[in-house]
C-alpha cells in the first residue's frame, strides 16, 4: 500500500524552529515529486513547494520561499518542512502529497496525501 | 499566477439528487502539445485530509464511484455528482497543475437538504 506518514502536532512559542516530517512507503520513494501544503484553520489549502527526492531538486511558491526550508532524505524515504523562527501566523494543518504520476516535471495531481501535521504557535 | 474560482461556494442537494460544482481558471490549464487539461478535482472531509477523485479533467481515480464525473477544458470545468448519497457531504477542491505555483480553488462545500 502506497502511503506517506507524517509526523505529530507540534506546540511552539513565536520564534522557536520546528522541522517535521513526511515518510513514504510502498513505492520507489525517489521517483515521485512530493508536494507540501498548507490548510489553515477553516480556510482552503495553499501549494508551499514541492521536492524531487531523487536530486533534491526543490520549487517554492513565491508566497512561501524564505519563510521556510523544504528538503528530503532519499535514504530513509522521508520529507521534510521546517522554519527557523515561527510566527503565530504559521499555525495551521500542515500536508505533504505525492504526485499521481512518476517522474515528470514540477505539474502533477496529488495521490496519495499524509494524514497531516498540526502546528501550534502560541506564546 | 493561475486563480482558480469555484461556484458556488456552498450548494444543498437532496439525497438522490444530482449536485454540479463548477470551477473557472483565470488562464487556459489545456496544454496544447497534449490536448491534456492540467487540471483535477478533491473531497475533503472533516478531520481527513483531500482525496483525489478526479485527474486531467475527465479521468476519475480508481476507487472513486461513478456518479462522480468531471467535465470542461480549457478555463471552465464542472464536477458532477450524478445521485447525492449521504456520504458525499463534504468539502470539493479544484486544483490547477498547468503552470507553478500550483493553486486551488477556495473550495465549495457540498450538504444535504
Known amino acids: 500500500e502506497v502511503q506517506l506518514v507524517q509526523s505529530g502536532a507540534e506546540v511552539k512559542k513565536p520564534g522557536e524552529s520546528v522541522k517535521i516530517s513526511c515518510k513514504g512507503s510502498?513505492?520507489?520513494?525517489?521517483?515521485?515529486?512530493i508536494a507540501w501544503v498548507r490548510q489553515m484553520p477553516g480556510k482552503g489549502l495553499e501549494w508551499m513547494g514541492i521536492?524531487?527526492?531523487?536530486?533534491?531538486?526543490?520549487t517554492y511558491s513565491p508566497s512561501f520561499e524564505g519563510q521556510v526550508t523544504i528538503s528530503a532524505d532519499k535514504s530513509i524515504s522521508t520529507a521534510y518542512l521546517q522554519w527557523n523562527s515561527l510566527k503565530a501566523s504559521d499555525t495551521a494543518m500542515y500536508y505533504c502529497a505525492r504526485h499521481g504520476e512518476a517522474y515528470g516535471d514540477q505539474r502533477g495531481w496529488f495521490d496519495p496525501w499524509g494524514q497531516g501535521t498540526l502546528v501550534t504557535v502560541s506564546s | 499566477d493561475i486563480v482558480m474560482t469555484q461556484s458556488p461556494d456552498s450548494l444543498t442537494v437532496s439525497l438522490g439528487e444530482r449536485a454540479t460544482i463548477n470551477c473557472k481558471s483565470s488562464?487556459?490549464?489545456?496544454?496544447?502539445?497534449?490536448?491534456?487539461?492540467?487540471l483535477a478535482w478533491y473531497q475533503q472531509k472533516p478531520g481527513q485530509p483531500p482525496k483525489l477523485l478526479i485527474y486531467?479533467?475527465?479521468t476519475r481515480e480508481s476507487g472513486v464511484p461513478d456518479r462522480f464525473s468531471g467535465s470542461g477544458s480549457g478555463t471552465d470545468f464542472t464536477l458532477t455528482i450524478s445521485s447525492l448519497q449521504a456520504e458525499d457531504v463534504a468539502l470539493y477542491y479544484c486544483q490547477q497543475y498547468h503552470s507553478p505555483p500550483i493553486t486551488f480553488g477556495q473550495g465549495t462545500r457540498l450538504e444535504i437538504k
Open positions: 521536492i524531487y527526492p531523487d536530486d533534491s531538486d526543490t
Open positions: 510502498g513505492y520507489s520513494f525517489t521517483t515521485y515529486w
Open positions: 486531467w479533467a475527465s
Open positions: 488562464q487556459s490549464v489545456l496544454y496544447s502539445s497534449n490536448n491534456k487539461n492540467y
